[in-house]
């Protein structure tokens, strides 16, 4: 993981950053495990803006992932670590036995030449190895956590993320997320062995608007700066608000409101939520 930092010999290099990428070992895809990813550049069916800032992008492909790491007690040999361009985080492409080849979560310090195993039952903890929480020992750093058991990965997947098991108890284990909330899973939920890789992640800095486009981020304009048809900020002589408390283009409360589906099946298995810089801790 290594990042360079460029010079301010141009406008579009000041304060720019690239990840150079230097745990890929392998330049191009696997063909058979890419599908086409057509774009909607914040577009509906109708072609009507219902993204804002969303649109564009360099064109992708989607590279199809093991989330559920079902083929279980045949050891995988990886045989290279890729680049993706639809997350944060590498990939790792393993090879079984029987000449199958399966994307997976590149995890940290993993090496072209290591055994990866899927079980069931209870095997040796080391990294990439993937099982349920029941036989996983507590106190380790997990990622690609399951909510419920056989549906796949859904928690701890961007790059340098862990969660933390701490405790199991009847049904439930309990783990500590990146974020800081405490939440309880069925022990009969997978998880993977070790952090996410490629951690310098969060220290890119892309430096000039051109990148952002890239990645298919269009500019941001000020509700303040638009008209009051378009926005509950706009309009109004000069730079006023109307009396409107901060709100998006919708009239959705923007700062401290909750933005979460009440009553959602998994709220009860949040013991606490995660700690906020602004609003310190939340209330379950």
Not at 176 to 199: F, H, K, W, Y
Request: net charge positive.
């Amino acid at each position: 993981m290594t990042i360079r930092v460029y010079k301010p010999v141009t406008n579009s290099r000041r304060n720019a950053s690239v990840n150079l990428h230097t745990e890929v070992t392998k330049k191009k895809p696997e063909k058979s495990l890419l599908r086409p990813l057509p774009k909607t550049g914040g577009r509906n069916c109708q072609g009507k803006l219902t993204v804002i800032q969303q649109g564009g992008g360099h064109k992708r492909r989607y590279r199809l992932i093991d989330w559920r790491r079902t083929k279980d007690d045949e050891p995988a040999l990886v045989v290279g670590v890729e680049y993706d361009p639809n997350r944060s985080c590498h990939l790792a492409l393993l090879k079984y036995a029987d000449g199958s080849m399966r994307y997976i979560l590149a995890p940290k310090n993993i090496k072209v030449g290591s055994n990866v195993l899927s079980s069931a039952k209870q095997i040796d903890p080391d990294v990439g190895n993937c099982m349920t929480l029941r036989h996983i020992p507590t106190g380790l750093e997990l990622h690609a956590i399951e909510m419920v058991p056989g549906r796949g990965a859904q928690l701890v997947r961007s790059a340098g993320m862990s969660a933390r098991l701490t405790n199991k108890e009847g049904r439930f284990a309990t783990l500590v997320m990146p974020s800081g909330e405490i939440r309880q899973v069925s022990l009969d939920c997978r998880a993977t062995i070790g952090p996410v890789g490629n951690a310098d992640h969060a220290l890119v800095k892309l430096g000039k608007a051109g990148r952002a486009r890239w990645l298919g981020r269009r500019p941001r304009t000020r509700g303040m700066a638009m008209s009051h048809h378009q926005h509950p900020h706009g309009g109004g002589e000069g730079r006023s608000k109307g009396g409107q408390i901060p709100s998006n283009a919708s009239n959705t409360p923007s700062k401290g409101g909750r933005t979460r589906l009440r009553g959602k099946a998994s709220d009860e298995r949040i013991l606490r939520r995660r700690f906020s810089r602004r609003y310190g801790q939340l209330k379950v």
